[in-house]
């Protein structure tokens, strides 16, 4: 059997599921009257915004020149920096892999990163350009940079449009040349090899009645229907309910041999047990289990809280489900005097935590109170004790900090020359520090800067988009924590403290963000029956405050004519009854307010 297993990674927009479109069609896996846009884009939300957010296999058979059949396994990858996660355990199970750069944009900040990537999992890389069917690509030029930034001959790199399908023969060529076999099984074949199996874990599904499907890479021996098979790490003993492969939907096969990407279906339906990164192996295999993955690090913290605390069973529920499609989800419960139970919850970065926040409303139909997201800090109080926090909230009071660490990122930003000032404004802006810089061929300048990660946090990606027009680029990667001169800007409304609003900001910014704050709150917080005072609080002082007028109701309106002292006694026993109503008020915050002062919090 004829073997390549291969990637596409590239830049977010830069085509790589419509190639994957074009090379299932070439070689004819999926009928044409079944084709559409995006095939490998399971989630509405990935279709609906045009990017990928779970990797996804898919197992192709092509007839090569040479006159040989080969089977070709494809993952097709997240292009975002927020699930780089998902790319490097794609490499994982791949020799090889297709690096795709837009003809019309050229190389990107993320096509570095992910490059970078590739190399250490040790992939053959075959470079690639798209879109070369647009009116405004520059294949000559962007095959230049891509052959200066891998040091091999522009003659090297392949141009292809997934659109047309121009280049597409040649390219799965290429593969079958470029890409490597999976290496040899380590283990006798024959009877004994289905006593040696051993294949690594890179994603899982899973389904009420199957229960967790696990996608799995094979090293060695083979994995077949029926067979006692065990988790490495867990310990857990299984039986193989079903092994497949992915055509790309899910079909049954009898085995899955040395070298193969496929799943096996687990029966499974305990949350906690399978993990990424896991070895399955047989149950009385001598071999050693493989090398896991690095857990993915949670940049962003927020808390997810149930509009209704009878729902806290249900959110518990559906956040098992959603870690069991999505492993870099992280979370523990939590309380808050005035919203309930809820959860704290870790993500890679913003956008993950809008695609986590939207699939419980879709997928699982809950209502939720999104609290504005965060990172985790280091807090050494005076009595020298040092813990980590990660909600605004728990922050210690100010008179009892001595001092705060915070996470920093080194950020790669690739501009056209025209925004560079700008560039550098906004770098000061958001406390960054620019270092060195490098020109390409076609006048674009790398920049290398670093930042804290709450800046980078603070709406940091939309303004460079702003500023470069849209043509800038950017990809971050973790330094160390470093000292942090930041303070925690609480919200009152009614004079009660509302977490949900809480946030930690930089100590030279309190005042300006205080009476932004209120001001923004005093604009879509409803009126109430009681006049609401809306409040902002930091250093153990009120920075800043702002009065809602009550709702006034029309309690002379029956009245027509008579004496002016009726009305008056009307409206002073309608004045009375709200400072009554005062006294005891608890303001309902809606939902959409909540969701509205998270967006304000990313600006």
Known sequence: MHIRNFSIIAHIDHGKSTLADRLLEFTHTIEARKMRDQVLDRMDLERERGITIKMQPARMQYHASDGQEYILNLIDTPGHIDFAYEVSRALSAVEGVILLVDATQGIQAQTLTTLGMAKSAGCIIVPVISKIDSPYARPDEVRQEVADLLSVSPDTVLAVSGRTGEGVSELLETIIEKVPAPRASMVPTGANATNEARATIFDFSYSTHRGIAVFVRVFDGALKKGMPLSFAAAGKKFVALETGVFMPDETASESLSAGEIGYVVTGIKEPGIVAVGDTIMAEKGALRPLEGFERPRPVVWASIYPESQDDLPDLRQALERLRLSDSSLSFEEESSGVLGRGFRCGFLGMLHLEIISERLRREFNLKLIVTIPTIAYVVTRKNNKRETVYTPSRFPDYSDILSIEEPWVKVILITPPDALSGLMQLFHDHEGTVGATEGYTDGRIELSAEMPLRELMRGFFDR?????????????????????????????????????????????????????????????????????????????????????????KDVTGYLYGGDITRKMKLLEKQKKGKKRRAVHAKVEIPEEVFMKMVQESER
């Open 464 to 552: 460079v988009k702003n500023v470069s027009s849209g043509y800038a680029s950017l990809s971050y990667e973790f330094l160390d924590e470093r000292p942090a001169d930041v303070v925690r800007l609480d919200m009152l409304v009614a004079e009660e403290e509302v977490p949900a609003f809480a946030r930690i900001i930089s100590r030279r910014r309190v005042e300006a963000e205080g009476e932004r704050m209120v001001e923004k709150l005093s604009q879509i917080l409803p009126r109430q029956l009681f006049v609401t005072k809306i409040q902002a609080q930091a250093l153990g002082r009120i920075i800043s405050s702002k009065t809602l007028s009550a709702m006034r």
